[in-house]
């Protein structure tokens, strides 16, 4: 087993979140399985509790999950280089391909046909998710306490009981039950290592288009945004469509679709609404500005998670919040599963892919594109 001491080379780290980048479907959940697949079983870089507490650590701040996680985990094997180096490419090839898709999108007015793909790729997705639900789970499930507080959480997120509300609930929960079996007095401020951060009033009127606050619009939302794609959706049409007349509606809807429905991260919607209003300079512009609080937040919280797990109280917290953060992704591939397995081909495909990671632990990035592939020929060639 690699320990985090160990020094990964940059070109193999690089190389990996490229993968990820260019593969990684279907949402943060998704791809974080596909990084526990990479990373725990396949290249054995850290442990499943390491992943863990950094999983719990990357829930409780705010920005893309699943690229900051990519960050924990290039910071764990290289430190600030590796934090650099994982975080950009991962998110390079989504933005590449992005860009490409504002251009088509500019020059001939409508997107892409994925049908196909997306047919294919969901099942294998679930399939994906579900196996590393099954073996992060067994690890975070510690004892019959954990296990109840996570079919808990889960409960709450399937009844949609904030995201946030439903981690912190449940750390908050696991450090006093700690505090009670030591018979000490519970301290409130034990259970929030890290600070909230709330969204600030939003501007209202209309307001001119330019580089500069367009940088500023994208680091807000970046700075303060949890939960969803809907909730970024939420998020950007208040400003953008309602407040600075900047966009239209139909056209919002369809740079959320081409986050949701690329690799990597969704936060690339903002690539594509940069290059909608101002070409490539304004694309460039909204990308730095909604994943550099990523950077800057990963940068601070994962030299303290080591910290936190000393602490038996801020260690059960850590606990509750990974158990909670593995009922968010239960609860995402269940509602995944609804509009994934919608026939008999689709169940077949989400069967042999867990057939083929079980038994064979045939790499990720392959079944996805495998498929993508499958999905498209029976999508477009019905038997």
């Not at 940069?274 to 990963?298: C, E, M, N, R």
Request: charge should be positive; hydrophobic fraction near 55%; aromatic fraction near 10%.
């Amino acid at each position: 087993m690699s320990t985090a001491d160990e020094r990964t080379p940059l070109r193999e780290l690089a190389w990996l979140f490229l993968k990820l980048g260019t593969t990684a479907f279907g949402g943060p959940a998704a791809h974080i399985a596909m990084m526990e697949d990479e990373v725990v079983r396949r290249r054995q870089w850290m442990t499943r509790e390491r992943f863990l507490d950094l999983l719990g650590a990357t829930n409780l701040i705010p920005g893309p999950n699943s690229t900051e996680m990519a960050i924990h985990i290039g910071h764990a094997r290289r430190g600030w280089s590796g934090l650099v180096l994982a975080g950009v490419c991962f998110i390079m090839p989504a933005v590449v391909i992005v860009s490409m898709i504002a251009w088509a999108y500019v020059r001939y007015g409508t997107l892409p046909a994925v049908e196909g793909v997306l047919y294919g790729v969901k099942p294998v997705i679930i399939a994906i998710v579900v196996q590393a639900l099954w073996g992060l789970g067994k690890t975070a499930a510690k004892n019959r306490w954990l296990v109840i507080l996570g079919v808990a959480a889960l409960a709450a997120c399937l009844a949609g009981v904030n995201e946030l509300l439903v981690l912190l609930v449940a750390g908050a929960v696991s450090g006093i039950a700690m505090r009670i079996s030591q018979r000490r007095a519970v301290s409130a401020a034990s259970f929030l290592p890290w600070p909230l951060f709330a969204s600030g009033a939003s501007a209202t009127g209309a307001a001119a288009f330019g580089l500069w606050p367009l940088f500023l619009f994208f680091l807000k939302v970046g700075s303060v945004l949890f939960g969803s794609g809907y909730v970024l959706l939420a998020f950007l049409r208040a400003d953008l469509v309602d407040n600075f007349h900047w966009l239209t509606e139909s056209q919002l809807l369809d740079a959320v679709a081409v986050g949701q429905l690329t690799p990597g991260p969704v936060f690339t919607t903002a690539t594509f609404i940069g290059y909608v209003l101002g070409g490539p300079k304004a694309a460039a512009v909204a990308t730095l500005g909604i994943f550099l609080p990523a950077f800057v937040f990963v940068a601070i919280s994962g030299p303290l998670v080591p910290r936190i797990r000393k602490s038996r109280t801020a260690g059960a917290v850590l606990d509750g919040v990974n158990v909670a953060s593995l009922a968010l992704m239960a609860s995402v591939t269940l509602q995944l599963g609804r509009s994934a397995l919608i026939d008999a081909p689709t169940v077949l495909l989400a069967v042999g892919a867990a057939a083929l990671l079980i038994r064979y632990r045939l790499n990720s990035a392959w079944l996805v594109l495998g498929g993508a592939l499958v999905g498209a020929v029976l999508f477009w060639h019905p038997w």
